[in-house]
């Protein structure tokens, strides 16, 4: 069979015809009121959209890669011309905001997000949004982006939140309605990824000591990570331990000062592993395979995929005790530490000594097993395809700033 398969294809002039398609196949599934979801942006390398609409196809809906936002008016138009109900499911927003110059192009680009998201609206369509993070990881206008948020959250039919702390962890800069609200956590990435290497295997490629406590950081490489209190941290451990710990470091760098001067200590430290670049999906089984504990040493986060991924290969976690993380890592499979604090994370690594053991493992797969994507994926699609065609009524939009 020649040409891409449907459904994966960014090219918009097909997405007309996939959205006419998944209709069709709606139908002759015997769903009498189809839905079509459109997301974005789409994750290309992490499974987690994948995961989560798993089930979507059950209740009615067709999810639809969303590449381009300006191409929503092609989903708008052929779900209008069929009578099924479009809906447009957004995930990260620092697209909105990221390329703006200034205030000023900021405000424009503010305003034409949010014209975009009123037609949606107006056409007879339906916004849901997943609250990844309080803000964009790199926000610059943090004003301006609590006022994207809450313009959000303010048309939404559903906010899907991924902790049940959320809404307050959120409070300070934009609310959430009640009545919008959406629980359902972040499912596990068991089978998710390729485990076919063992620990000593794992270890022997990457050229680890078999015998050595192995930290891994893994994921973009980004300032808020918490990079230099990171490597202050396990330098402080090499010293009182001298050559029994080792530092994993996977993902791709962000540009930046702060992120230089880490890559650069990290190159000069003999018991620090770098590995600079996107992680191929493939290969992540060897940094976690390979380590003891991942180490999330983030000065700010909401929830984490990292989290998730550590504990699906039964992997115990330095975490901070923020957000959804909070509601994740308990003493049987992590220590936490105050985000920002330097003393609270080495303390936090060197407690994961106790961690280091086969019950603690246990532990964390279990703990990821608790959270099943098939289960999730249900839940998530069942709610969305009642609150969609019964929808509840939504408040006025709230006015935040200028």
Request: net charge negative; charged share 20%.
């Amino acid at each position: 069979m020649n040409g891409e398969i449907r459904g994966r294809t960014s090219d918009s002039g097909s997405l007309a015809a996939e959205v006419a398609a998944a209709i069709a196949q709606l139908q002759g599934l015997g769903h009498d009121d189809p839905i079509v979801l459109a997301y974005h942006p789409v994750a290309r390398v992490n499974p987690f959209q994948a995961l989560l609409y798993q089930s979507a196809w059950d209740h009615g809906i067709a999810p639809i890669r969303l590449y381009d936002l300006a191409d929503l008016d092609d989903v708008l138009a052929v779900a209008n011309a069929a009578g099924v109900r479009p809906v447009l499911h957004l995930h990260w927003t620092n697209g909105v905001l990221a390329r703006t110059s200034g205030r000023a192009s900021g405000r424009a680009a503010l305003t034409e997000f949010t014209d975009k998201l009123d037609r949606l609206i107006a056409r007879g369509g339906s916004l849901i949004w997943t609250v990844h993070n309080v803000f964009p990881h790199d926000a610059r206008l943090r004003d301006l982006e609590a006022e994207l948020q809450q313009a959000i959250a303010d048309r939404c039919a559903i906010v899907h939140v991924l902790s049940r702390n959320t809404p307050a962890e959120v409070a300070e800069w934009f609310s959430i309605p009640a009545e919008q609200t959406l629980y359902v956590p972040h499912p596990n990435y068991i089978g998710a990824y390729v485990d076919t290497v063992s620990r000593p295997e794992a270890r022997w490629a990457l050229g680890l000591d078999q015998d050595s406590t192995v930290y891994a950081l893994l994921g973009a490489i980004k300032p808020y990570k918490g990079v230099r209190q990171l490597v202050d941290a396990f330098e402080i451990l090499c010293e009182r331990d001298p050559g029994r710990r080792q530092l994993v470091v996977a993902g791709a760098a962000s540009p930046g000062p702060e992120v230089d001067d880490f890559l650069r200590r990290c190159v000069l430290h003999p018991f620090i592993s770098l590995h600079e670049g996107r992680i191929p999906g493939d290969d992540m089984q060897l940094f976690l395979r390979a380590a003891d504990i991942v180490v999330l040493p983030y000065l700010r986060s909401l929830n984490s995929g990292v989290l998730m991924l550590a504990l699906s290969f039964g992997l115990p976690v330095v975490a901070p005790a923020v957000g959804g993380i909070a509601e994740v890592v308990t003493a049987d499979i992590g220590r936490t530490f105050t985000p920002g604090d330097s003393d609270s994370l080495l303390a936090a690594m060197l407690a994961a000594d106790e961690l280091r053991n086969p019950d603690a493992r246990q532990a964390a797969f279990r703990a990821a097993r608790e959270y099943d994507p098939g289960r999730l994926s249900a839940d998530f699609s069942r709610a969305v395809a009642e609150r969609i065609r019964t929808p509840r009524p939504m408040a006025l939009p709230v006015s935040r700033g200028t």
